[in-house]
């Protein structure tokens, strides 16, 4: 049964109610970012902001991680609420009164936000205890940027936390920009990128510049390598299904009249699709392979898996967006007419639960969102009016979702 319109009306009242609180709660993570698997001070703040929430808590062994489980007032089954906390090797130039402490360490991308609401919606919930028949997991992740912190958890067993297999999951990720300030986005089936990354070391023979013929030249070859990439992009996958190669790096060589023995290329590969993912290694393999061996050369591929492509359940987010205009308005909601190019370890709970990742902007009032420094800038600024908008957003999603289970039963 849908959430009553008088109860999504107590919920973002007070969501804004306790915004003063939650926002304070991230003015100190934002001071004390903390990079990786390993953020004590994050944590500890985390297991001080919980403290008087009578939940059920348990801290990774592995990782700084907090797993934290709402009981209902009547049993029932579990749904799993996710904020990410670990911060990026940046240094800060955002202007913040509450910035970094940390040198060359800064919460770009808004985890500091995604902590601090992720308290909120427990509190909301805490304060609902009486209406939930079931349970919430709280999942404190830390590592999401490029640890994959998400399936540490999981293999940990945060989706079982509650002792039993989790029913749904769902997650909020702030943005600096692209969307007006308020507004919540998303959409079902792909909503981000996998995102994996290729080393290549082209093996040639080294000599004199003035007699490239007595070596093989490794640099010319690395070039082409480049370029035939880029067709194979074209050429091998459907232009409806994407495939992005990009290679961000080439390094050979020490002087201009040296042919250097080796050149590597470092590259990433972002695909949005299951099928697309699984054909690239081989094809990008074959390519680099076999454009060197046309030259008298070898190509070593050191192909590795990043995050795997994040996949919206279509129904998960059908609700999202009906909570979303039942809290805040039908010019809240906005469907993404396509994915996003990055990449997000929220992906390895989906590819376990139903679910939904969805974009909460917090983009500063007063700012152009076309333009407002975005997420991983050093100036990326987030506005502290979103966290009145995903704690009750993730509190409405969990009452939802159990609600339903609880008619069903």
């Known amino acids: 049964m849908p959430l009553s319109d008088q109860l999504l ?20 993570l934002h001071r004390v970012p903390e990079i990786g698997l390993e953020l004590p001070l994050t944590q500890a703040l985390v297991l001080e902001a919980l403290a008087d929430l009578d939940l059920e808590i348990s801290t990774g062994r592995g ?18 609420l ?15 009164e509450f910035t970094s402490e940390h040198p060359g360490v800064m919460h770009a991308c808004g985890h500091d936000q995604h902590v601090a609401g992720l308290v909120g919606a427990a509190r909301l919930l805490a304060a ?23 399936q540490h958890m999981i293999d940990e067993g945060v989706l079982d936390a509650a002792g039993e297999r989790v029913m749904a999951a769902y997650g909020v990720h702030v943005a600096a920009g692209l969307l007006p300030p308020g507004v919540v986005s998303g959409r079902g ?28 030249d490794p640099v010319p070859v690395a070039a082409e390598i480049v370029l035939a990439l880029q067709s194979m992009v074209t050429r091998r996958f459907s232009v409806f299904d994407p495939v992005v190669v990009t290679v961000g790096s080439i390094q050979a060589g020490t002087a201009d009249n040296i042919i250097p023995s ?27 392979e076999h454009v060197a061996a046309a030259h008298g050369l070898t190509a070593t591929v050191d192909y590795r898996r990043g995050y795997p492509v994040t996949v919206n359940t279509p129904g998960e987010v059908d609700r999202t967006a009906r909570l979303t205009r039942g809290l805040f308005g039908e010019q809240a909601w906005f469907t993404m007419p396509e994915p996003l190019a990055g990449a997000e370890d929220f992906s390895f709970v989906l590819q376990e639960v139903p679910g939904a990742f969805v974009f909460v902007s917090a983009t500063l009032p007063g700012l152009d969102p076309r333009t407002a420094p975005y ?35």
């Open 9 to 28: 009306a107590d919920l973002r009242t007070d969501a804004s109610a306790q915004l003063p609180q939650v926002a304070a709660l991230r003015h100190a």
């Open 63 to 80: 990782l700084h991680s907090v797993t934290a489980v709402l009981r209902g007032a009547r049993p029932g089954p579990a749904v799993l």
């Open 82 to 96: 996710r904020g990410d906390m670990d911060a990026l090797p940046v240094t800060e130039d955002s202007g913040e």
């Open 128 to 150: 609902r205890r009486d209406q939930i028949a079931g349970s919430v997991v709280f999942m404190f992740q830390p590592g999401e940027e490029g640890d994959g912190g998400a």
């Open 189 to 216: 089936g792909t909503a981000m990128a996998a995102a994996d990354s290729v080393r290549v070391v082209v093996n040639g023979r080294g000599g004199h510049g003035s007699a490239p013929f007595r070596a093989l």
């Open 262 to 288: 080796s050149a590597e290329l470092k590259i990433t590969v972002r695909t949005f699709s299951r099928e697309s993912w699984e054909a690239a290694p081989a094809l990008l393999t074959d390519v680099c």
């Open 375 to 409: 997420n991983h800038s050093a100036q990326a600024r987030f506005s502290d009016d979103a966290l009145a908008i995903g704690p009750a957003l993730l509190a409405a999603l969990a009452l939802d979702r159990l609600g339903d289970e609880a008619v069903a039963r």
